[in-house]
């Protein structure tokens, strides 16, 4: 089983459509958790950290459940501009190092 | 700021061959992370460094290595090239230490390598 795993989409979506990124990982020795946004052939962006309180940074809400290993994006009133590959990624390192594992990522296409 | 720098952007090397990559950080960053992308998957970790040591290393054969300078630039080593190592090697900096728990990573635009 691989350690973090991701929807296999790619997800076809009109504009303003809501979407739903699913995530779950494999170790629960997990630190710290992240969503990055990755454009075709570019290096990946940091989209938004996840916290267990769940956060949201205008239209993006990551949710994070440590019982069930999961975490969540939700992209509310899609824009053309969020196509992209999402990489969900959990870092299970500490003060020590880091160790961050990315999942294989979802393509989002947003249709005009 | 500048951000992560990365060269050289694109490389072409036989089998057999040994390949050089660089990696200077955001300023202030103390950690750099390579990482391997082939098309289609997500950065797989390779190494970490902070403060000239390795502190961390991926599931990489021998053939790789690393280090990192006392400026905290970074270069990556990898000897025999296969063919298989064509990917994108991204490098990130973090502003990650011992005491701080920032974790963040932050991305340079990758050296692609093709090995024919």
């Known amino acids: 089983r691989k350690e973090v795993e991701q929807d296999p989409g790619p997800f076809n979506v009109p504009e303003g459509a809501t979407v739903a990124f699913n995530c779950t990982y494999s170790n629960s020795a997990s630190q710290s958790f992240f969503w990055y946004r990755q454009d075709c052939r570019k290096e990946p962006k940091l989209l938004m950290s996840?916290?267990?309180s769940g956060n949201e940074d205008g239209r993006f809400t990551a949710q994070l459940n440590r019982a069930s290993q999961y975490i969540s994006l939700l992209i509310r009133d899609s824009k053309l501009s969020d196509s992209a590959t999402y990489l969900c990624v959990v870092n299970y390192g500490d003060n020590y190092g880091q160790n961050f594992v990315f999942g294989p990522g979802t393509r989002l296409s947003v249709l005009p | 700021d500048a951000g992560v720098t990365q060269s050289p952007t694109h490389l072409i090397k036989t089998r057999g061959q040994q390949v050089t990559l660089r990696c200077s950080p955001i300023?202030?960053?103390?950690?750099v992370s390579w990482y391997q992308q082939v098309l289609g998957q997500g950065p797989q970790f390779i190494f970490q460094y902070y403060e000239k040591e390795e502190r961390g290393r991926g599931n990489f054969p021998d053939r790789f290595s690393a280090r990192q300078f006392p400026n905290y630039s970074s270069e990556l080593n990898v000897n025999a090239l296969l063919l298989g190592d064509s990917a994108l090697y991204l490098c990130a900096s973090s502003p990650h230490t011992e005491t701080s728990g920032e974790e963040t990573q932050y991305f340079g635009p990758g050296t692609r390598l093709l090995v024919l």
């Open positions: 996840v916290y267990s």
């Open positions: 300023s202030g960053h103390k950690s």
